[in-house]
């Protein structure tokens, strides 16, 4: 009783005290302390030192203790390490990648009500990741998991409205769902807003709302928001036209792994038009587009243009092979 009031009154940074003269100044150490804590199943204690290990913070970079400890701490009743020990089994990250395992851990986080967990399963059943696909049940999911106050999952079940999976197709809903979401910094959810704005879908049509919405998700780094934006700046939609401006976004967008930003930007080289031609540059980004996504809306256009930028190979001239002797006939090969 009185061991476990301490601990959970304990500091987790370092404690100094106030030494009588003479008397040494001690320090604790957080990780020791942490580690100690753990070891008296103090649940919290466990995640903290968990994702320190993950991350290297203050502590040798050990993803595999990490993923234990992070264990370790679910087993306590520490949700969220659950949903943390599902990602990490999800990408294989320090424990053998398994999306079954992941799966399990989702569902496990989510029954506790963890939110993050809930949005986490939803998607695993959108992509029928270690799980059978079942679009009623992510949408059941997301909406779980955004009651319970996860962002992604509010972002998650207005793509479910937006398109129409696992729920009856409602734009205005997926837009309120949205619109919620990048309230709350969420920026697929201001990524989707944008393209409901762009698109005049449950909203009334708005392009500069759109481009302001796509400029705070590009700066995110998000690769699809960077693309659409270099699209309507190329146009002149909702801001002022400028192919360099256009360009540069889609160098952007193509880096973080956008397809279709590939092949804007490879035709671009192959033709000359905003870039100085280069056949070399051309080819590795158009085939840059068909290596991220083969069935990218382009993906046609990407193979005649990379077939229009390999060299014609050269004509092999005639070999004459000449005898040591004879008549002075010649064999053509």
Known sequence: MYRAMIRAGALSLAVLTIPAMGQEVKTIDPVVEMTQQCDDDDAGACARLGNRLLDGDGVEKDEAKGASILGQACQLGEMPSCTMVGFLYGKGQGVERSAEIASAYYAYSCHGGEATGCSNLGLAYIRGDGVPPDDKRAAKLFQEGCTLGATAACANLGSSY???????????KAAQLFRQACDADDQHGCYNLGVLYRDGLGVKRDYVRAVALFEGSCEARDASACGNLGSMVDDGRGTTKDR????HLH???CTLGAAESCFT???AYQTGNGRDRDDARAIALLERALALDPETPSAGEAKKALAL??????LSAPVVKEEAQGNGDTDVE
């Open 244 to 247: 360099q401006r256009a360009l």
């Open 265 to 267: 930007l490879g035709r």
């Open 309 to 314: 930028s390999q060299p014609t190979p050269a």
């Open 251 to 253: 160098d952007d967008a």
């Open 162 to 172: 937006s398109l129409g999976r696992g729920v009856r197709r409602n734009q205005g």
